[in-house]
């Protein structure tokens, strides 16, 4: 259990920031968890959910603000309900930690500290998953819910299920969420991200009690599908259906620049960022040089090779679509969309450049009329009216036999680059980091001589 320090709070209430803790029937850490807040913060909110145990008797002997819940709402209702307290008494921000003494207090402080180099940010205290006791259900839903968010937001939070976070209160009490139990809290992460906000991530300590002594109000099976819908809407909302999210924080750059040309030339600049082009990249010379310099950059830029595979078999399967000549911009989107690389993206619609777009769309067209037992009778002319005419009334078994071959080539190209990204960031790895020689082939001249380069004069 970590432990409290008591002294002067080093936050008082004229800073802006307090403490909020929701709680439900957490009698055996609550106090302690109180105590430690108090040590650190001069204004402690705590909102009791609905709890049966002895927290009104503890709540009884604290200096704390209690708001009571008549019954059990979900951790999410008693989060907005802190937050509509904290504002009601003029504070700014909200420091959230859970009850069940799983977070240390005394890294409120840490959390305060980032937050006030960046007010609008929500600053997310990303928990050390390694330590003792922490149980595998909890590290894969962490896993699993990063992935997701990032899907939907671009953005890679640390933790997304952390309840140590510090919010603006003027963008936390602006935004509806469906959430109201423990959904809540990815859900303000996704909608603070679309609003513009900063979402920081604060390594933090973490302390998981033995099973046995362990309390957890997570329902396996409900909480889940809480979740999983979650992310459903957040993704579908966000790639197919992209409507405009509230904006929280004003853009660094408006749309509107005061001129056309300003505002063409910011244009240009997001663009360009959009791209995600490091500015030293040079895309000059004959396209052989081209064509390394943007090889090494896709080899070596952050993206993962998981992810640069991802979004080479996306830009494979656009290729393959019967869409010609709008490839490029099906791949740039959904590229953008799901927050991937856009430059392997686009580069990988090449599939079908030049004569190879006719035998794909050739081939696909007789495999789609195989599958739908239509027969395949080509016409055996270069008049391009024809041939229009023909594909047009073939347009059906165009599509359906694209996304089979589409699907394959999406597969084969993506795990290509996976495993080809991967072998060359090893390559390279191993070349910037030689293994040492051992102890013993650096004391025996004779394996020093078999380690000389073949061919090296005495």
Known sequence: MPEVCLSKPAIDAASGYCVVVPTYNNAGTLRRVIEGALAVAETVIVVDDGCTDDTVNILRDLPVIAVHHGRNRGKGVALRTGFKKAAELGYTHAVTIDSDGQHYPDEIETLVHASRAEPDALVIGARDMSGEHVPKRSSFGRMFSNYWLKVATGLDVGDTQSGFRVYPLRHANRLFCWGRRFTYECEIIIRM??????????????????????????????????????????????????????????????????????????????????????????????????????????????????????????????????????????????????????????????????????????????????????????????????????????????????????????????????????????????????????????????????????????
Request: hydrophobic residues 45%; glycine residues 10%; positive net charge.
């Open 193 to 458: 991200a679309w609003g513009g906000c900063p979402i920081l991530n604060v390594p933090v300590k973490v302390y998981y009690p033995p099973k046995s002594e362990r309390v957890t109000h997570f329902d396996p099976f409900w909480d889940n599908v809480r979740f999983s819908c979650l992310y459903l809407y957040a993704n579908f909302s966000h790639l197919l259906v992209p409507l405009p999210h509230k904006r929280l924080v004003r853009r660094k750059e408006p749309l509107w620049q005061g001129s056309i040309g300003a505002s063409l030339g910011a244009a240009w600049r997001r663009a360009k960022r959009l791209a995600a082009l490091p500015e030293d990249l040079q895309l000059t010379g004959g396209p052989h040089k081209r064509f390394r310099a943007l090889l090494k950059y896709l080899v070596h830029e952050k993206n993962t090779p998981g992810e640069l595979g991802l979004s080479v078999g996306i830009g494979a399967f656009w290729g393959c679509s019967p869409w010609i000549g709008f490839h490029w911009m099906l791949a740039l989107y959904s590229a953008t969309r799901v927050h991937l690389n856009r430059v392997a993206c686009v580069a990988a619609t090449n599939v079908s450049f030049g004569p190879l777009t006719g035998a794909l769309a050739f081939a696909s067209i007789w495999l789609g009329k195989l599958m739908l037992g239509q027969p395949f009778l080509f016409p055996r002319t270069t008049n391009w009216r024809l041939l229009s005419t023909f594909a047009w009334h073939s347009l059906g078994a165009w599509v359906l036999g694209s996304v089979v071959i589409g699907l394959a080539a999406s597969f084969a190209f993506g795990l290509g680059t996976l495993y080809g990204v991967r072998a060359l960031r090893r390559r390279k790895q191993a070349a910037e980091n030689p293994t040492p020689a051992s102890p013993q082939a650096q004391s025996d001249p004779e394996l020093q001589a078999l380690a000389q380069p073949q061919g090296s004069g005495a």
